[in-house]
């Protein structure tokens, strides 16, 4: 018997369990001391998100932003903030956007990270097809991790997020003390480290301004949605539009008007293959775009509706992502849209 234990605990899985819980104890004591003195507890849950962070404090080191381009990985795609900013006679703009995430997340996302630092005159929402999606299939998905992106933990599960989030590599949805490939990678210096980097090697790149810069056109692969498809018959047969998602954009857009900042909507194209394999198919899709028409008509902000704009397949980079070409039509329509519109400054916020 205390060889068949003995062998168990030599065990490369019993190793990792045990590194971990040392690693875990090791930190409590340690930050019991210096845990008070710890930067707030914001935990970004991968190393993109961590480097994008980085990013946007570094475009926004001169101050506050005249134009914010924000929602999902779409809005980073599909709207260069330069060069609409420029067209609607505004001075400065950056995209800083969240992946993957829901609405819910997103204004959690721009309330904690994105507005203290921007704090923009006008606010530009680029509402996507995930945008909606309901909490229990946005977790079966795994987009649930984005939530540990925004929230704020006490006690000393806190205090070990914090001070991870500032001395270890994130990487691949988990902090890198539970993530030993991540550890080995960072200690040979094979970590990303720059947000430029994370999107060279999926052969894209990023503007200044934070605008995802995507070359290529759409190959046919609709993998992504099809498995959402699959999370979402995994929660329900029927897919749906969550209200709540519907409500928190809403509240958050009166929220943004009520500090004196202009709202705008954009509802984006997407290729012609997405419908068919969207969570419902034809209907599903349907359902989210009427969602976001009446997000629009209910919240009375300037929306401009370019889902049946009749892109063509070569304008995106996969199945709902604008490449280059498709991104600067989409910003000059979105600017010829607006024209006439008075949009604040950032310094005529507040």
């Given at each position: ?12 899985w019993?190793r ?26 914001v ?65 959690d996302?721009m ?18 097809p ?5 909490e ?13 992106a ?17 001395h ?17 990678d960072?200690?040979e ?17 990023v ?6 810069r ?74 989210y ?25 070569s ?23 607006l ?12």
């Open positions: 018997m205390p060889t068949v234990l003995a062998d168990r605990v030599r065990s490369p019993a990792k369990v045990l590194a971990i819980l040392g690693v875990l104890i090791v930190a409590n004591l340690v930050l019991a001391v210096v845990g008070p003195i710890l930067p707030e507890p935990t970004y849950p991968t190393r993109e998100i961590q480097l994008s962070v980085e990013l946007l404090d570094h475009q926004t080191e001169g101050g506050c932003v005249d134009l914010l381009v924000t929602g999902n990985s779409i809005a980073a795609h599909d709207v260069s903030a330069a060069a609409l900013a420029a067209g609607l006679g505004l001075g400065s703009g950056v995209v800083s956007v969240l992946p993957g995430s829901i609405a819910s997340v997103d204004v996302w309330n904690r990270v994105t507005l203290p630092r921007t704090d923009p005159g006008t606010v530009v929402y680029v509402v996507s995930l945008t909606f999606a309901p229990a299939v946005a977790e079966r998905y795994g987009l649930g991790i984005y939530t540990r925004v929230a704020t933990r006490g006690g000393w599960p806190g205090d070990l997020h914090r001070w991870a989030t500032e270890l590599p994130l990487f691949e949805y988990r902090l890198a003390l539970a993530d030993f490939a991540a550890l080995s960072g200690a210096g094979k970590l990303p480290t720059s947000y430029a980097e994370i999107l060279a090697a999926t052969g894209r790149s503007d200044p301004d934070g605008h995802t995507a070359t290529g056109s759409f190959g046919g692969s609709a993998a992504f949605l099809e498995s959402l498809g699959t999370a979402a018959q995994l929660v329900s047969d029927v897919w749906e539009v969550d209200q709540a998602q519907v409500d928190a954009l809403a509240d958050q857009f009166a929220a943004l008007e009520a500090d004196g900042r202009r709202v705008v909507l954009v509802i984006p194209p997407v290729s012609s293959a997405l419908p068919p394999v969207f969570p419902g198919g034809q209907e599903g899709y349907d359902e775009l009427d969602a976001a028409r009446r997000l629009g008509q209910a919240t009375g902000v300037p929306t401009v509706d370019l889902a049946d704009g009749a892109y063509p397949d304008a995106f980079w996969d199945t709902h992502h604008l490449n280059q070409q498709g991104s600067e039509r989409l910003t000059g329509e979105v600017a010829d849209a024209a006439g519109t008075d949009f604040p400054a950032c310094g005529e916020v507040g």
